[in-house]
């Protein structure tokens, strides 16, 4: 769940809760299962919000380093939150499910989803949803505060 | 001299910040420094760092709560911290934030590495 603020003057998103519920099974080692899914999930608000890869014609990715191909730093998501369901999952190793890619999946609908609801239900379809796509979303709903 | 050197080569362009040294008290990226810049400098890097008893409590502290995964950031995320408490030895959660922006880190969320910090500060009580 993302609860987030737009400025609708500059299309900034401010992310104000992020809170992730996730099913691993039986926790194994908790500290760093915990650290994995708070990691994973700012992994995929980043790519909702502002990790956008370009290629030219020939394929190539023009992104030439972290000056250009943006990842959220410790100002970005202050209030990240995760919690873990646990429950013993019987096909796995010690009652433990694969908690690799998980928190990743969902991320981006639901920032998206969010983004979605303060726009005032204008249907988006793609991430990552960068500031200039919701000032282009406001200029055509007329909405924009310039 | 260690086999493995803890200043890593962040591409010559420094975003990453893990190639992080401390000079004349300012955390520098050591990618980004000439080595003609620093004759007669006092330079640190992990190696020197290690050998300290701030080390010792950041280390412990950084294990603790599990701030380190893949690792990579971990080098120039505990010299940033270093360079941070030597300014401020009880920063807030928003000034440890600000302290570490530099760097980045991909596997943690960051909410760990901030809590390490944190402790360090409490259990390094004096030190810095």
């Known amino acids: 769940m993302i609860e987030l603020e737009i400025d609708t003057y500059t299309g900034c998103v401010k992310v104000l809760d992020a809170l992730g519920i996730y099913d691993v099974g039986t926790p194994i080692d908790y500290n760093v299962l915990i650290g994995q899914m708070e990691g994973g999930f700012l992994q995929g608000i980043g790519f909702a919000s502002i990790e956008t890869m370009v290629y030219d014609r020939n394929g190539y990715i023009r992104n030439n380093n972290f ?4 990842i959220p730093t410790t100002l970005d998501v202050p209030n990240l939150r995760v919690l873990l369901h646990d429950s013993e999952y019987s096909e796995g190793p010690f009652g433990a499910k694969g908690a690799g890619e998980l928190p990743l999946i969902g991320a981006p609908a639901a920032y998206l989803a969010a983004v979605e609801q303060a726009l005032g239900g204008t249907r988006l379809n793609h991430v990552p949803f960068t500031a200039e796509d919701v000032v282009a979303v406001l ?3 007329g909405k924009a505060n310039a | 001299m260690p ?3 803890f200043v890593l080569n962040g591409k010559e362009t420094s975003y990453a910040g893990s190639a992080t040294e401390r000079l004349l008290d300012v955390l520098h990226n050591s990618c980004c ?7 007669g400098s006092c330079v640190v890097t992990l190696e020197g760092y290690r050998e300290t ?3 010792a409590v950041m280390d412990k502290a950084f ?3 599990s701030a380190v995964q893949c690792g990579f950031c971990t080098p120039g995320m505990i010299l940033a911290a270093e ?3 030597s300014k401020n030895p009880h920063p807030d959660e928003t000034e440890i934030r600000e302290g570490l922006s530099g760097n980045l880190c991909r596997c943690t969320g ?3 590495i901030i809590r390490a910090v944190q402790k360090a500060a409490e259990e390094g009580n004096g030190l810095w």
Do not use: F, T
């Open chain 1, 67 to 70: 000056s250009d191909y943006l």
């Open chain 1, 139 to 141: 200029a055509k709903e």
């Open chain 2, 3 to 5: 086999d493995i050197s």
């Open chain 2, 33 to 39: 420094v000439a080595i003609g810049a620093v004759v």
């Open chain 2, 53 to 55: 008893e701030r080390y």
């Open chain 2, 63 to 65: 294990a603790d709560v």
């Open chain 2, 83 to 85: 360079a941070l408490l």
């Open chain 2, 110 to 112: 960051y909410n760990a």
